[in-house]
T-cell receptor
Framework: AQSVTQPDIHITVSEGASLELRCNYS??????LFWYVQSPGQGLQLLLKYFSGDTLVQGIKGFEAEFKRSQSSFNLRKPSVHWSDAAEYFCAVGPSLNTGFQKLVFGTGTRLLVSP | DVKVTQSSRYLVKRTGEKVFLECVQD?????MFWYRQDPGLGLRLIYF???????EKGDIPEGYSVSREKKERFSLILESASTNQTSMYLC?????????????FGDGTRLSIL
């Protein structure tokens, strides 16, 4: 079964600074990988996803993530953080099987705080 | 645009009550999900449904049941609410069951059981 770890519970970044949120997964093959963002009082919104191909994927709101098979990682990055990026971020992993129902497993989340 | 609507943003109920949480999606999606979100635990899958009247247990189904009488509507039922079911509940839907299908989430229902 797949699993996902987000080692940082909280991260504080100054506005305008770069950001990297860590995500490590466990799965026997290349999984499907996702990053979601949850703004206060709202549901989760998909930021980006990786299925195959180019290991650097671009998402919405200026975010990108890089899949590194050797490190079993899928870290989320943004070159310059804005105050509106303050939210909770969830990494999710799903098995790369195209038959039947396959559930996603979510990490425990990283809360991003943006300081002025 | 995709829309998943949860009927209540906040709900306060008493121990022992039967509680209904409603979710409606307007995308003609096959699959619908109920998650529970607790600090430090992330999202945990309670139940999911892959078709009308079809349901499957997720990781934490105890104390919950679900109903899907119409494709667009998926209800979560707390048969006899207990204080340990105080939580944020999130509904989601996806087009198909394969995990490469993004899930679309509602805004959540924050449920307090007193």
């Amino acid at each position: 079964a797949q699993s996902v770890t987000q080692p940082d519970i909280h991260i504080t970044v100054s506005e305008g600074a770069s950001l990297e949120l860590r995500c490590n997964y466990s799965y026997g093959a290349t999984p499907y990988l996702f990053w979601y963002v949850q703004s206060p009082g709202q549901g989760l919104q998909l930021l980006l996803k990786y299925f195959s191909g180019d290991t650097l994927v671009q998402g919405i709101k200026g975010f990108e993530a890089e899949f590194k098979r050797s490190q079993s990682s899928f870290n989320l990055r943004k070159p310059s953080v804005h105050w509106s990026d303050a939210a909770e971020y969830f990494c999710a992993v799903g098995p790369s099987l195209n038959t039947g129902f396959q559930k996603l497993v979510f990490g425990t989340g990283t809360r991003l705080l943006v300081s002025p | 645009d995709v829309k998943v609507t949860q009927s209540s943003r906040y709900l306060v109920k008493r121990t022992g009550e039967k509680v209904f949480l409603e979710c409606v999606q307007d995308m003609d999606h096959e699959n619908m999900f109920w998650y529970r979100q607790d600090p430090g635990l992330g999202l945990r899958l309670i139940y999911f449904s892959y078709d009308v009247k079809m349901k499957e247990k997720g990781d934490i189904p105890e104390g919950y049941s679900v109903s899907r009488e119409k494709k667009e509507r998926f209800s979560l039922i707390l048969e006899s609410a207990s204080t340990n079911q105080t939580s944020m509940y999130l509904c989601a839907s996806s087009l198909y069951g394969q995990s490469n299908q993004p899930q679309h989430f509602g805004d959540g229902t924050r449920l307090s059981i007193l």
